[in-house]
């Protein structure tokens, strides 16, 4: 049957007859358990936004899907409609590049369903993956190469420089008309419609907004009038702004819902996050966090959240860090860490599950006001927690609503004060005992603490480690 009419404009009349064929093909291959004569047959709708996901829909709703959302482009082989796929016989070389090259279906699966709406992520991918990697080449594709040269890199430590180098001879050794990218940034450009999105946003360069939501607009700090950009050179008085300059200072933030629902679209992954209430050992002893009395007591506070086990509890971890590796600059970017507890002990602290949700630039730490670039993160979390989001759960192969929760941060004493608002410095510096902390001044400068009978010192600050 011909497929040509996926690629074809909605509001053509060969993209109609191509849907009326589809939905009488469905029909004729429906499954021999029929529904009663009075109720119309149901179908899993291949529309962009569906994506062959439960609830099944009747013919009529799923033809105003495809004509006003489209299908599914890369749905070539209706299997969820009843079309038999016989297993091709693949020559050698064919069957080793099935791993990379013929997964594009996979990919597009576990990028989830939001990633998926984006137009430019297939008709790139699929152009990349479609085109040869020169002229008469059989072997790979543009897509292809640009994947086994990543694969490489990241398995044998290449650095960037080395990568384009690489990439460089490449191009010389291949035929002419070869579309090999000529440097590292090229062949980033091939993979990003699979990549992350990220918000950028513009902060006051005193740490007393970010320049969003009702502040978007804005070109001046309401509290303290800084500019929002930074001045250029002939710039001489403060009312001149530039917008297409620089900003003073940015955030950049990494939507934590989209990541969620990519970890349950693939089902390894989705299986690992139920690993606490399935897998786990229950003895008495504790192994992991879910053994602790805080995780218990949560579950009792909250029955509703504590007996759906894909629900997620997060820690969370941040401090500053000199990002140029040299003590003598004095600089200092913050990146805020998320982990998830879910996850086996093997598994949590690993670099891949690992998300950087929050990057606060320098050069100066944010203090006390590290609560005006959290709020990004929090109002994604709010939601999380107190409304929840529809995700599908590949491997159970059903929708449900995750919830998350902050379950606690990990810190130092002095970003414990910033992230909690206690004073960790002065006469009470101890947030527990509060009162009964206090100082005596040595000779030599260093400060001495005195917490209830106990003695701690500390060289340059009086706190606790």
Not at 132 to 149: D, E, I
Not at 174 to 195: D, S, T
Not at 293 to 314: A, M, T, Y
Request: aromatic fraction near 10%.
């Amino acid at each position: 049957m011909d497929r040509s009419w996926m690629r074809a404009n909605r509001l053509s009349t060969e993209y109609r007859h191509g849907v009326m064929e589809f939905l009488q093909f469905a029909e004729s291959n429906a499954e021999l358990e029929r529904p009663p004569p009075e109720f119309p047959p149901l179908f899993l709708c291949p529309c962009i936004f569906c994506a062959n996901k439960e609830p099944k829909r009747t013919k009529k709703e799923i033809m105003n899907h495809l004509i006003c959302d489209g299908i599914c482009q890369n749905y070539t082989q209706w299997i969820w409609h009843g079309e038999v796929v016989a297993t091709p016989s693949v020559s050698h070389r064919e069957s080793g590049s099935v791993d990379i090259d013929d997964r594009l279906e996979d990919m597009m699966r576990d990028i989830g369903e939001d990633s998926f709406k984006r137009a430019h992520v297939y008709e790139t991918l699929c152009s990349d993956k479609d085109e040869p990697l020169y002229p008469g080449c059989t072997n790979f594709t543009r897509l292809s190469a640009v994947l086994k040269l990543f694969n490489l890199k990241a398995k044998n430590g290449w650095t960037d420089k080395s990568f384009t180098e690489l990439l460089e001879l490449l191009i010389q050794m291949l035929p002419e008309g070869n579309v090999m990218p000529n440097r590292y940034y090229e062949a980033k450009k091939v993979l990003c419609p699979m990549g992350l999105e990220y918000e950028k946003i513009h902060a006051c360069p005193n740490d007393c907004i970010l320049y969003r939501k009702e502040f978007v607009n804005y070109n001046h700090c309401p509290t303290c009038k800084a500019s929002r950009y930074k001045k250029k050179d002939g710039d001489s008085s403060d009312d001149e702004v530039t917008k297409t300059g620089p900003p003073a200072k940015v955030v950049w933030y990494l939507p934590i819902i989209s990541r969620f629902k990519r970890l349950f679209a693939n089902a390894n992954d989705a299986k690992n996050l139920r690993w606490h209430a399935e897998e786990r050992k229950c003895d008495g002893q504790i192994r992991h966090v879910a053994d602790s009395l805080q995780w218990k007591k949560i579950d009792s506070l909250f029955p509703n959240f504590g007996k759906e086990s894909r629900n997620l509890r997060l820690r969370l971890a941040t401090d500053g860090r000199n990002p140029f590796g040299n003590q003598s600059t004095n600089h200092s970017s913050w990146p805020v860490l998320l982990m998830i507890y879910n996850l086996s002990p093997w598994l949590c602290m690993k670099r891949k599950y690992i998300m950087l949700s929050m990057m606060i630039s320098g050069p100066r730490q944010p203090g006390n006001d590290i609560d005006v670039y959290l709020s990004p993160l929090i109002d994604d979390l709010k939601v999380l927690w107190e409304e929840g989001v529809d995700v599908f759960d590949s491997y159970s192969g059903e929708q449900f609503n995750m919830r998350v929760m902050l379950f606690c941060t990990i810190n130092d004493f002095p970003a414990y004060g910033n992230l909690s608002g206690y004073s960790v410095k002065g006469h009470n510096a101890c947030p527990i005992c509060e009162k009964k902390t206090c100082y005596k001044q040595l000779k030599n400068g260093k400060k001495t603490v005195y917490l209830g009978h106990r003695k701690f010192l500390n060289r340059y600050h009086p706190y606790i480690t």
